[in-house]
Every structure is written in structure tokens, then in C-alpha cells.
């Protein structure tokens, strides 16, 4: 167990919808960064979070937006829902700095499936 | 930019077999490299972390080992076993301002018994 819960399990929205998506990172973790990963490939990086500000983003579009809260929880946001959006996203914190050097410990993911 | 392969994509082999994963990358600037482990459908699961400094690192019947100069890390796992059966990534941190990670396309192991 890494101590990082994600919820939902699974979701399924239809086309133009928008999701929230939610995670807990371990106690003392301040970084947090998201991903997506499309059956069959790696993760990509969609953004990061320090200390309640973006710290980095990925190639997406802005319709991926996040939030970071105080309490080690955070949001990814995703609006006007497209087929390509199904994937399992995966958040990982690290921390207490956003250091190269850190180890990134992975939730269990949310399977999002756009009809 | 930075890419990072592995090969073989899907690897078989009969329970007992140690068997030897590739990672290679473009970019030997890289802050680590980290293999993970992902069941189906499942988050990841970090197996083994190695800092740039570093040339190997073990856990249990797994090594991994870096070469930062040709840009290659390998997942040795000894006496492989039916649980071992998975999809075995590999990334690594590169630069920037982010402790971002980049990573391969996996290669999916199956263990026959």
C-alpha cells in the first residue's frame, strides 16, 4: 500500500461532460502530479502540484485543469468531455519538495470511459 | 526531446526462467530511474529507484542496473514465478523544473507454471 487513494474506481460520462477526479496523497507529500494512460501505453504527465501551485505541465490542453488543497487532497478537473479522454489517471505524490530526486508513490487510479 | 523505449513489448517464459527487461532512453541527463509494476487495470507499483549517481540497485530476486553513458537500464528478475506476471514499466526524471516522469511503453511479462 503507498498511502495515496484515488476515487472513483471507474466513471463513464458521455461527450461535452465534465468530471472531477479526486486524490489523496501520504501525509507530508506536497507534491502531486497527475497522469493519463491510454490502454496500451505509459503514463504521460498531465501537470503537478506544489504547495497549492501548478509546478509544471504537460501536453494538454487547457480543459485539464487542477486544484491542490491544504489538507494533502487535489482535483483534476477535466471539461467538455472527448472520446480520446478515456484512460485510466493516475495521481502520485512525492514530497515534501518537489525534488528529481524523490520517489513517487502511485494511487490505484481512476478508469474514466467516455461514451 | 526525451524518449524512452523498451523492448521486448511482451515477454513469455516458462516458471524459473530469469529473464532480463531493457529500458533505453536518448537523453543520458537524467536525475533517476525508477521500474514499476502494473497488474492489469491497477496503479503502479515502484519496484526500485536509481538515483543518476547510482549503477544498481536490488530488492529481493530483483536487480536493476543503469547505464547513464548508453543510455540503457536493465529489470533482472531471478527465478521468475506465476505472480510475477505483469506489466513492467520503466521512467525516468529529465531535467526541468518538475520531478515529471517519462515513461516507456511496458513490457507485459506472463510466467507459464
Known amino acids: 500500500e503507498t498511502g495515496v487513494t484515488q476515487s472513483p474506481t471507474h466513471l463513464i460520462k458521455t461527450r461535452g461532460q465534465q468530471v472531477t477526479l479526486r486524490c489523496s496523497s501520504q501525509?507530508?507529500?506536497?507534491?502531486v502530479s497527475w497522469y493519463q494512460q491510454a490502454l496500451g501505453q505509459g503514463p504521460q504527465f498531465i501537470f503537478q502540484?506544489?504547495?497549492?501551485?501548478?509546478?509544471g505541465r504537460g501536453n494538454f490542453p487547457p480543459r485539464f485543469s487542477g486544484l491542490q488543497f491544504p489538507n494533502y487532497s487535489s482535483e483534476l478537473n477535466v471539461n467538455a468531455l472527448e472520446l480520446d479522454d478515456s484512460a485510466l489517471y493516475l495521481c502520485?505524490?512525492?514530497?515534501?519538495?518537489?525534488?528529481?530526486?524523490?520517489?513517487?508513490?502511485f494511487g490505484p487510479g481512476t478508469r474514466l470511459t467516455v461514451l | 526531446k526525451q524518449e524512452v523505449t523498451q523492448i521486448p513489448a511482451a515477454l513469455s517464459v516458462p516458471e524459473g526462467e530469469n529473464l532480463v527487461l531493457n529500458c533505453s532512453f536518448t537523453?543520458?541527463?537524467?536525475?533517476?530511474l525508477q521500474w514499476f509494476r502494473q497488474d492489469p487495470g491497477k496503479g503502479l507499483t515502484s519496484l526500485l529507484l536509481?538515483?543518476?549517481?547510482?549503477r544498481e540497485q536490488t530488492s529481493g530476486r530483483l536487480n536493476a542496473s543503469l547505464d547513464k553513458s548508453s543510455g540503457r537500464s536493465t529489470l533482472y528478475i531471478a527465478a521468475s514465478q506465476p505472480g510475477d506476471s505483469a506489466t513492467y514499466l520503466c521512467?525516468?526524471?529529465?531535467?526541468?523544473?518538475?520531478?515529471?516522469?517519462?515513461f516507456g511503453t511496458g513490457t507485459l511479462l506472463a510466467v507459464q507454471p
Open positions: 502520485a505524490s512525492s514530497g515534501p519538495w518537489a525534488a528529481p530526486t524523490d520517489t513517487q508513490y
Open positions: 501525509s507530508g507529500h506536497n507534491t
Open positions: 502540484y506544489y504547495r497549492e501551485e501548478e509546478n
Open positions: 537523453d543520458s541527463a537524467i536525475y533517476n
Open positions: 536509481i538515483q543518476s549517481s547510482q
Open positions: 521512467a525516468l526524471i529529465y531535467g526541468g523544473a518538475t520531478n515529471k516522469l517519462i
